[in-house]
């Protein structure tokens, strides 16, 4: 029993949370005072609004890279956050998953947009308060993002799977830690890769494959282009999505192709 104690607990060469830096916040927030679940909710609202949304340089990067940048998606946030849940002394783990790239529709160029793989690699964490799991997907995106696109888009269905979120209740997304789960890409889910311990296990095996090129082109290029899209987006500058491929066929990208 105590070995599958500690493997919830485990720190790794991504889940450095016993790192200095890591270190250091936990201290500086006085989190380690807090109950069982409020240190949850505390690692949990400063991974989703002070780590804004954004796109790393890779997926497979330690925790102490992600809070160095400042912003992160979901698997860099991932990362994270369960290397501040494991400083706290809160059991978690990795599920992984692959999400459609219509939810990426608006972040991604349409220039670049048809050379994005079909399936893009997704994770989320659960995480064990009271004795039983808890999904936690909902603090991928920032409030300013989030708020900016229910504002766009409060006059049509609150159904959405662009623009970084995959929601079937745009207008109130319970994405606030409040003891139970949380999501806000889980609708653009598609394939599910299970549970894992850690990251680092997972991307041994399930890393994202863009090859050499789509590679260089992401890492330098596209993903500094997708960055300053979300920026904008954060001040309400959303990106217009044109009438989507016919071999796109999710039913979340409903009216959306109408959006000026």
């Excluded at 670049?112 to 997704?122: G, K, M, Q, T």
């Excluded at 904008?232 to 491929?245: L, T, Y």
Aim: charged share 25%; with cysteine; net charge neutral.
């Amino acid at each position: 029993m105590q070995d599958q104690e500690n493997r919830y607990l485990r720190m790794t060469p991504l889940l450095n949370g016993d790192s200095p830096e890591i270190s250091a916040l936990v201290r500086e927030r006085g989190w380690r005072g807090l109950s069982e679940h409020d240190r949850i909710g505390a690692a949990y609202d400063f991974v989703r609004n002070e780590i804004r949304f954004g796109y790393n340089f890779d997926d497979a990067i330690p925790a102490t890279r992600v809070l160095a940048d400042g912003y992160g998606q979901c698997n860099t946030k991932a990362t994270l956050l369960m290397a501040i849940l494991r400083a706290l002394g809160i059991p978690c783990r990795l599920h992984g998953f692959t999400i459609r790239k219509s939810l990426q529709r608006g972040i991604v160029p349409e220039l670049v947009y048809p050379i994005a793989p079909e399936n893009i690699v997704h994770t989320w964490v659960e995480v064990r308060l009271d004795g039983r799991w808890i999904d936690l997907e909902g603090f991928i995106v920032d409030d300013d993002v989030l708020k900016a696109l229910q504002r766009r888009f409060a006059a049509r269905s609150d159904s959405l799977c662009a623009y970084g979120v995959g929601t079937d209740c745009l207008s109130a997304p319970g994405v606030e830690w409040a003891g139970k789960e949380t999501y806000i890409q889980k609708t653009g889910i598609n394939q599910d890769f299970g549970l894992y311990d850690d990251p680092d296990t997972f991307y041994l095996t399930h890393g994202q494959d863009l090859g050499w090129f789509r590679g260089l082109l992401f890492r330098y290029i596209i993903r500094r282009w997708m960055n300053r899209r979300v920026e904008a987006m954060r001040g309400g500058d959303i990106p217009h999505i044109p009438a989507r491929p016919k071999n796109e066929g999710s039913r979340h990208m409903t009216r959306l192709e109408e959006a000026k």
